[in-house]
């Protein structure tokens, strides 16, 4: 635990240091947000505050992570460091760079066409790297094919079905991340309660390298909430939710304790339940009524409250609260 506490301390000097020059640097290259207009109009103040703060957050991990591997082949250190970190490093790594370029095409002047990859191209990229990560995972070594079960002490292996599982946790929680990053500091201190309460499992199971792996992911998610806590001074970005959500999914799996992810990040089972629902609702009302219904006043679920009249803190701060107990829930659960 102290290694992995020490991890994240590094973490986050290493991303804090250098977030100020990232801002500067993003604001010469004009690379500021596009708010939709049909998000809430309180929000249109915010057009133009620098974008891709994610990579802010994936360099410093990234980096640690190289670093230990290089190191650990090299016979420099004898710290445990397992192979499948290189997995980690890869779903990071390859759902950050989708990440970057959708939010490129996104920013006009840069993309061309200002909107962003279409859906059904990020999608495929999705579940092609979702699907090599399945693969390696199924044929390892070692082979992750197992599932803990609250109430019962051993895992339960369930062969190939591990795969398409695995494609469908990654893919949907990169997509709810992505969708619940949009009030300032929400879905970086979702993340990192989550990234904590899975490390905390790993401790639990001995599983050292995906523990430090957590803590030092949860460490440069401090430090970019540094500079993204209300008035946020920039935003995450696809380049950032994107790989946080993919990679979380991944840990939930190589912890075993996958069926307590929707326990853990039931805000982000919220907010992508609740575009499911409206989107569902609406089509569904439409073909049967001629015209469309809503059944929240807009999607995802923070906007919600937030046309309800509560404050974008407000909004933040229960969603936060509600992710502290739900994570408390959720290690709790993994240790019966």
């Known amino acids: 635990m102290a290694y992995a506490l020490t991890l994240g301390a590094v973490s986050f000097l290493l991303a804090v240091f250098w977030g100020r020059p990232l801002i500067n640097t993003l604001k010469k290259l004009g690379i500021g947000k596009q708010i939709r207009v049909e998000e809430p109009d309180v929000h249109q103040v915010k057009t133009g505050t620098p974008t891709m703060g994610g990579i802010l957050i994936v360099v410093p991990v990234l980096l640690i992570t190289g670093a230990l591997n290089v190191a650990n082949y090299m016979g420099l250190t004898n710290i445990a460091i397992g192979q499948s970190t290189l997995l980690l490093f890869f779903c990071l790594g390859s759902f950050s760079i989708l990440g970057g370029?959708?939010?490129?095409?996104?920013?006009?002047?840069?993309?061309?066409r200002g909107i962003g990859l279409s859906p059904r191209m990020k999608s495929s990229f999705q579940v092609l790297f979702a699907t090599i990560i399945a693969l390696?995972?199924?044929?390892?070594?070692?082979?992750?094919?197992?599932?803990?079960?609250?109430?019962?002490?051993?895992?339960?292996?369930?062969?190939?079905?591990?795969?398409p599982i695995t494609v469908l946790i990654i893919v949907f929680t990169s997509n709810a991340v992505n969708l619940t990053d949009g009030l300032d500091s929400l879905a970086g201190s979702i993340s990192s309660l989550a990234f904590i309460c899975y490390g905390t499992i790993a401790y639990l199971q001995e599983q050292v390298y995906l523990m430090?792996?957590?803590?030092?992911?949860?460490?440069?998610?401090?430090?970019?909430?540094?500079?993204?806590?209300?008035?946020?001074?920039?935003?995450?970005?696809?380049v950032g939710s994107l790989p946080l959500g993919a990679t979380l999914g991944l840990v939930a799996v190589?912890?075993?304790?996958?069926?307590?992810?929707?326990?853990?990040?039931?805000?982000?089972?919220?907010?992508?339940?609740?575009v499911i629902l409206q989107v569902t609702y609406f089509k569904w009302t439409k073909r049967l009524y001629g015209e469309g219904r809503r059944i929240f006043k807009m999607s995802p679920l923070h906007y919600h409250f937030e046309l309800l009249g509560w404050s974008e803190t407000q909004v933040k701060e229960r969603f936060w609260l509600i992710g502290v107990m739900c994570g408390m829930l959720g290690v709790a659960l993994a240790l019966i």
């Not at 370029?101 to 061309?112: C, E, T």
């Not at 430090?212 to 970005?237: D, I, K, Q, T």
């Open 136 to 163: 390696v995972l199924y044929f390892g070594p070692p082979q992750w094919d197992y599932v803990g079960v609250p109430g019962f002490p051993d895992f339960f292996r369930i062969g190939w079905l591990i795969m």
């Open 101 to 112: 370029i959708d939010d490129l095409q996104g920013i006009k002047g840069l993309g061309g």
């Open 254 to 274: 190589m912890t075993g304790q996958w069926l307590l992810l929707p326990v853990v990040g039931f805000v982000f089972v919220m907010e992508a339940g609740s």
């Open 212 to 238: 430090a792996f957590c803590f030092a992911v949860a460490g440069s998610l401090l430090a970019f909430l540094w500079y993204n806590a209300h008035p946020a001074e920039m935003f995450m970005g696809d």
